[in-house]
Every structure is written in C-alpha cells, then in structure tokens.
C-alpha cells in the first residue's frame, strides 16, 4: 500500500483487503487513500443533519426526526445515556445505510487495533472474517495459528459463536465475541459447502507471531511466500531480494495464498521488483477518473522466471500483484480464484482517535480486469487438498519447464 505524509497527521495510508477482520484484533484489510473531512463538534452536530450534507433538499430526509428522537431519550428513558455512544452508534448507523461493506466507521478503540494488526503480532484465534450479505465467512487463517491448525478453510461459513448466532450482527459484534484472553476457549459453529449439518469448532486464543515474509530456497527454486502486506514486509522482502540474488536462484514461486492484503504502496513496491516496466494498476474513480501505477524499469527480480501462487484467501494487495505479473507475462497464477475485493477505502482519522473509511475507487489490472468482480482466475487450477500441497508442487512443476 502507498504511505504517503501529508499535512495532516491524523490521516493514514492502506490497501486493504476485503472487509476482513482479524479476530485476534479487530482489523480488516482494505484499499486506504488520504482524503480530506469536515471535523464535527458538538455545536455544529444537529445544524449539519438538518442541512442533509449540502444535498439537494428533494433528496434528504427531514433529519429533525434525529432530534426528536434525541429529546425523547432525554427526557423517557430511565437509564444513564452515554451521549459518546450515542454519537458513535449514530455514525455507524449512517454509514451503514450505504450498503456497503467496506464503508465502515470505527470507534478509537477498534482503529487502534486495526492499525496495530498489521504490525504482525495479535492475540485470538489468527482467522480473517467477512460479512458477504447475511454470511459471516472466513476469509483466511494466519499460518501456524489455532484457525489454522484445526483446519478452517477461506469461504468457511461462521454460523455461531459460543451458540450465539451472528446473523445481523455487525463486524464489530462478532468480533468481540471472538476476541478474548490468551488461554481462553471459544467455539465457532463452522458450515462447508458440501457439508449437510453445521461442526462445532474448539479453539484456543493465543498470542499470534507471524512475519509476513518467508525465504526458502531449495535446487535453485526461491518460495517466497508472502502472508500480508504489513509495516515488517517492505523491510523483509528487500533482505529476501538479496538473498534470492546473492543465492543464485534460477526461478521463483510467489505464494500469496490466504493473503488477506496490507498496504498498498508496498505491493505495489513487490510488484515493481518482478517486472521490467508495464502498469502495475489502475485506480478508476466514480467521476471517471483514473490513477495508473507503473513500474519504474529497475525491478531486480525482472529476469527471473516466476510463478505466482493464490487461492480463495488472496485478496486486495494481494490480487493487485498477482493480476499485475500476469497481465504484463511475467508468471501464470496456479491455484483457486481470488477473492474478489477491489475497492479502494478512503480513511479519515478525527481528534478523538476514531475514523471513517468509505469507499472511493475500485483497482483493475494493467489489462482491465475488475477484482471486484468475481476475483482472478488462475491460469491453472488446482484444488487445495488435506495432504500434503499440491498446489505448491504444481507451481514448482510449472516453474522447472520455465528455467533455461
């Protein structure tokens, strides 16, 4: 993902990833450009509903139905307001009047985890989720943690948590029933396609480690393998650059299955070390407009043979470079199709620490390809199997026919 300074400080940078939430903390990995916001305060708050956000006054609602709601909660209910939460859930409500997904306000708290997320250490089960309309769905699982080691699946269906049933929660809610103690148990209700009754799934919160790039080299073969595009990979991955190059590898296998996404301006820095020259993406606004990402011509892996790895886990940055390298032929993607999520987030941070993130472009590929649209196809398709990993030995398989 491009980080960028600006001016101000409070806003960041981020590519994301489908509307994931890593429920060791609450994140999700999703496309995140600079924008600019209005800061809201306590005395501007009513005039700015009652003025329905500048639109044409045939199109917005009377919003004095707000205030009367307001009073009404004043002066009925028997409880203590916390006009804080109230404002917040306001928020959350509006937004999630779009209809979309990945158009989200988060709370100071829940930003706080996102960002810390991608630093690569959580504490939960290492499971990415999403909510596709009314399902609850894995999106991936962090290598070596407990989602993994008892098997969940991307397109895995979280029925329940702990028997409570997560239909018309929000992401939040179902993360927090997820989330808890290092040491704690929780059980996810889990439904496979194919699978006639739902599986409870025990598993235990632990501390997650994962750094985001890993080097093997093995009979002049380089699998590099790439879980997410965090704030360790730019660093990582230029060591596994020199490395492969120092090495003398003859060929490389680029693994970005369950890659959830991360930051863009770093896959895009990934991409650029594999390619010669070419778009990397395109960035297409609602007014037409278009930004392209190109490669500046000095990618130190450009002559190396490649091929690139991705499965229903692979979303968002991670797309982005595996649509970038095949559209411009520099490797064929084996494996399943891609996620599908490629939309581009625009994120506001406000003084109080809680942020906005709404939807503003969507990314295609170097030859037009929408991600969004029903993710990438792979070349070659293989299924993932529960033993062993045909996928890698294909990859490998197909890499030796390429090395001279």
């Known amino acids: 993902m491009r980080k960028t300074k600006s001016s101000n400080p409070s806003t960041k940078l981020a590519l994301s990833g489908v509307l994931i939430v890593i429920v060791?903390?609450?994140?999700?990995?999703?496309?995140?450009?600079?924008?600019?916001?209005?800061r809201l305060?306590?005395?501007n708050f009513s005039a700015v509903f009652r003025g329905g956000f500048g639109a044409a006054e045939n199109s917005v609602p009377n919003f004095s139905l707000y205030e009367t709601v307001l009073d009404l909660m004043k002066t009925k209910y028997t409880g203590d307001i916390d006009y804080l939460n109230v404002l917040y859930g306001t928020i959350k409500g509006a937004v999630a009047g779009l209809g979309d997904p990945y158009t989200s306000f988060t709370t100071p708290d829940e930003n706080q985890e996102f960002f810390s997320s991608l630093s690569g250490t959580y504490e939960g089960v290492g499971v990415e989720i999403d909510f596709v309309g009314e399902r609850l769905l894995v999106v991936a699982t962090l290598?070596?943690?407990?989602?993994?080691?008892?098997?969940?699946?991307?397109k895995d269906e979280i029925v329940a948590v702990d028997g409570r049933i997560v239909t018309g929660m929000t992401i939040s809610q179902a993360v927090s029933l997820i989330q808890g103690p290092r040491g704690s148990e929780v059980v996810l209700t889990i439904w496979?396609?194919?699978d006639n009754d739902p599986q409870d799934v025990k598993l235990i919160r632990q501390v997650v480690k994962v750094a985001s790039v890993r080097l093997e080299i093995k009979d002049d073969i380089a699998v590099l393998r790439i879980s997410k595009f965090g704030s360790d990979t730019e660093q990582l991955f230029k060591k596994a650059v020199a490395r492969i190059l120092s090495d003398g590898a003859k060929g490389i296998v680029l693994d970005l299955r369950?890659?959830?996404?991360?930051?863009?301006?770093?896959?895009?820095?990934?991409?650029?070390?594999?390619?010669?020259?070419?778009?990397?993406?395109?960035?297409?606004?609602?007014?037409?407009k278009s930004t392209p990402f190109s490669a500046d011509g000095n990618g130190k892996l450009s002559a190396l043979p490649i091929v690139v790895l991705v499965d229903g886990g692979s979303a968002s940055a991670a797309e982005?470079?595996?649509?970038?390298?095949?559209?411009?032929?520099?490797?064929?993607?084996?494996?399943?199709?891609?996620?599908?999520k490629g939309s581009v987030q625009e994120v506001e941070e406000f003084s109080d620490g809680s942020a906005l993130r709404i939807t503003v472009a969507h990314w295609f590929t170097p030859l037009g390809t929408s991600i969004s649209e029903g993710g990438l196809k792979p070349d070659i398709v293989v299924k993932n199997e529960e033993t062993g990993d045909a996928q890698l030995d294909k990859a490998i398989s197909e890499l030796k026919k390429l090395i001279r």
């Open 320 to 340: 982005i470079v595996a649509g970038a390298l095949r559209d411009n032929g520099r490797g064929q993607l084996v494996g399943e199709t891609t996620y599908g």
């Open 41 to 43: 305060t306590a005395d």
């Open 192 to 194: 496979r396609e194919g």
């Open 143 to 154: 290598e070596g943690s407990p989602a993994a080691v008892a098997g969940l699946q991307p």
């Open 24 to 38: 060791l903390s609450l994140t999700y990995s999703l496309g995140f450009i600079r924008g600019s916001h209005q």
């Open 258 to 288: 369950n890659n959830p996404g991360g930051f863009l301006d770093v896959s895009v820095k990934v991409a650029n070390e594999f390619l010669s020259g070419g778009m990397i993406v395109e960035e297409r606004f609602k007014d037409g």
